[in-house]
């Protein structure tokens, strides 16, 4: 089954070997995600999908991320948050 997780990216590090690591605040509480370009790491996020994730930071868009059954990211959902959706995000990360 199919799964998906609604939040706003709160923290990037780009480290100068190409790897990306995004936090990811949600109801649930805090992820991290992260892309390697070195086959050898774990890498748990498409590239294209982890830079459009890294993109939002300091913005007011909200994200939607879905994954497949086995729990792969899919693709993201990009949208503009409104303030109770804010206001919601604040009062559960205190």
Known sequence: M???????VTGV?????GDIEVD?????GLTEYRHSSDPSRLSNFPK????TLASTLSSDICIEINFDEDGNPTFVELEE??????D????KQY
Not at 2 to 8: D, P
Not at 88 to 91: A, H, N, P
């Open 2 to 8: 199919s799964s998906s997780l609604f939040g706003q």
């Open 88 to 91: 919601e995000l604040e009062q």
């Open 48 to 51: 294209d999908l982890v830079e």
């Open 24 to 28: 990811f605040y949600h109801e649930g």
């Open 81 to 86: 948050c409104d303030a109770d959706d804010d």
């Open 13 to 17: 590090r780009k480290f100068s070997n």
